[in-house]
Nanobody
Framework: QVQLVESGGGLVQAGGSLRLSCAAS????????MGWFRQAPGKEREFVAA????????YHADSVKGRFTITRDNAKNTVYLQMNSLRPEDTAVYYC????????????????????WGQGTQVTVSS
């Protein structure tokens, strides 16, 4: 069982930056592939980024590539999402998720393979 707690959300002007954190409980954090998703009002939850167990492999959605960066610190049981050049369309609740089994990159962009989810943190970008 893994519990995930996101933090770092807030209100920021367009062009600004935020860093989200997701702290995981338990001693097996390094065995999970981690992902970030977001959900805007009235829209489906969408993939943002994923990172491999060691942190050596990352994958970002085209909509955030070059602006957002996912990283992890296994010693701190934490995954991060650095968000730069924020846009109003980035406004959403951001969720981190943990996947316990090996999956291809394509599969990791979907909700299905993730076993655990956090409660989410609100990010609002004003124009």
């Amino acid at each position: 069982q893994v519990q995930l707690v996101e933090s770092g959300g807030g209100l920021v002007q367009a062009g600004g930056s935020l860093r989200l954190s997701c702290a995981a409980s338990g001693r097996t954090f390094s065995t999970y592939t981690m992902g970030w998703f977001r959900q805007a009002p009235g829209k489906e939850r969408e993939f943002v980024a994923a990172i491999s167990r060691s942190g050596s492999g990352t994958y970002h959605a085209d909509s955030v590539k070059g602006r957002f960066t996912i990283t992890r610190d296994n010693a701190k049981n934490t995954v991060y999402l650095q968000m730069n050049s924020l846009r109003p369309e980035d406004t959403a609740v951001y969720y981190c998720a943990a996947c316990s089994t090996f999956r291809t990159t394509v599969v990791l962009t979907t909700i299905a393979p993730y076993d655990y989810w956090g409660q989410g943190t609100q990010v609002t970008v004003s124009s």
